[in-house]
């Protein structure tokens, strides 16, 4: 489905997409907010098509995956034309090598009753994804977490990347999460985050990462 000039000129659409061509981070998570469903419906049927049903079924990987779709798109921004096609179709087949590049193996299902005990009230599981995950893939995300370990002690940038997973994965008290694995009062986290985003907002160059410059606003 494309757009015509006269529809998209002026919309928010094309005003996000101008703004990350021109490396505005910040547009990355609104065009993510507003257009999430979208990128969603794609997310999930490439993972169809590869008959990946197990990840379609699992909330954090599709939000993973969306991310995923976000930042090729936002890679990309600066050559997309609104005369043609939305971003989500333009850049399908590069959204489509990101999903296949992690699932890794992508017509192989795990499929739980075959790999553990039967219960008739068993749910399907699936683990959250998590920044270090992410950071395999996303060299922005990989150089972020490369930083914050050069920039304090082992456990406060542990304690920083986990508060922030935490808070991407919807978290309600991340804080407390955070806390009790660490041992710390959830002050004491939100002080440690504090201060590591202190740190990487006086960093020379933090701007042209996307991921430091939404962490430092």
């Known amino acids: ?5 006269e529809v998209c000129a002026g919309t928010e659409l094309s005003e996000l997409m101008d703004a990350m061509a021109q490396n505005d981070a910040a547009a990355l998570f609104v065009f993510i907010d507003e257009f999430g469903p979208q990128l969603a419906a794609t997310v999930r049927s490439i993972l169809g098509s590869v008959g990946r049903r197990d990840a379609n079924r699992c909330p954090t990987d599709v939000e993973f995956l ?3 779709a976000g930042l090729v798109i936002y890679d990309r921004a600066a050559s997309w034309d609104c005369d043609g096609a939305v971003p989500w179709l333009w850049a399908y087949r590069a959204i489509r090598a990101e999903v296949i590049g992690w699932l890794g193996h992508p017509r192989v299902e795990f499929i739980s009753e075959f790999h553990g005990p039967r219960s008739a009230d068993r749910q399907p599981v ?3 994804v998590t920044f270090r995950d992410l950071a395999a893939h996303r060299a922005d995300i990989a150089e972020w977490i490369t930083v914050v370990e050069g920039l304090t002690t082992e456990r406060n940038a542990n304690v920083h990347i986990e508060y922030q997973t935490q808070k991407s994965l919807g978290d309600p008290s991340p804080a407390h999460t955070v806390g009790r694995e660490f041992g710390l009062r959830p002050a004491n986290v939100r002080q440690i985050d504090r201060r590591v985003r202190s740190k990487l907002a006086k960093l020379q160059g933090a701007t042209s990462n996307p991921v430091l410059t939404f962490l430092t606003q």
Request: with cysteine; proline share 9%.
């Open 1 to 5: 489905m494309g757009i015509t000039p």
């Open 66 to 68: 969306v991310l995923s």
């Open 126 to 128: 699936c683990a959250d």
